[in-house]
């Protein structure tokens, strides 16, 4: 279990801007108050796409760009896809993992997500739900490498054996492979407006 107050402020002390909320419905809420007339990029994410349907609703404002499935262009490749959405205005993702120091971890397998929320835009969201929150980075690191991934491996089919067998990493060679990269966030880049948006319940893998 994590201090919420103590957790804000330990993302605050590494230069993010922080919220919490709730539900996912309110965070979205808040996220579309603040993201008007832009150019949006997703960073593939079952919290932010799929459970609290931003890029719907930020549509309605905002021009998105995302290349995960159903909003990738049909006569786009996901790497052209993921080219679009490499300098926009605003990026939205989430995290793998999250220290109570608050330090933040990303495992990638093409690099767009993580590479785009390094560097390219004015403002990034991250935008997670309290179960990625961990005691140390050490177990923020093992929760994105034994949980959030092989969850994510199973959700997108992919035939790794952490898909098959369960919910823990092989370090696989297999072709289908999703973790070539992990990315920690020691502190908020510099020359990028950073926000973390914290959900007071489960949320993604
Ligand atoms: S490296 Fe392979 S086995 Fe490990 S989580 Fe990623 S896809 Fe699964």
Known sequence: MYDKDQFLKALENKGYTAHWFATGEEAADYVCSQVKGCTVGFGGSKTVID?????????????????????RPEEKTFNEAALDTL??????????????????????????RAGSS????????????????????????????NV???????????KTPCAVKGEKCFDCKSPDRICNAMVIYMHAMEGTEMEAVVIGEPHGF
């Open 51 to 71: 459970e609290l349907g931003l890029v719907d609703k930020l549509a309605e404002n905002n021009a998105c760009f995302c290349p995960e499935k159903p909003y």
């Open 87 to 112: 300098r926009t205005d605003v990026f939205l993702l989430s995290v793998n993992g999250a220290a109570v120091d608050g330090t933040l971890v990303n495992i990638d397998g093409t690099g767009n």
């Open 118 to 145: 390094l560097f390219g835009h004015r403002k990034v969201f991250f935008i997670f739900g309290e179960n990625k929150i961990m005691p140390t980075l050490d177990e923020a690191v093992a929760r994105a490498r």
């Open 148 to 158: 959030a991934s092989p969850r994510n491996a199973a959700f997108l089919e992919c």
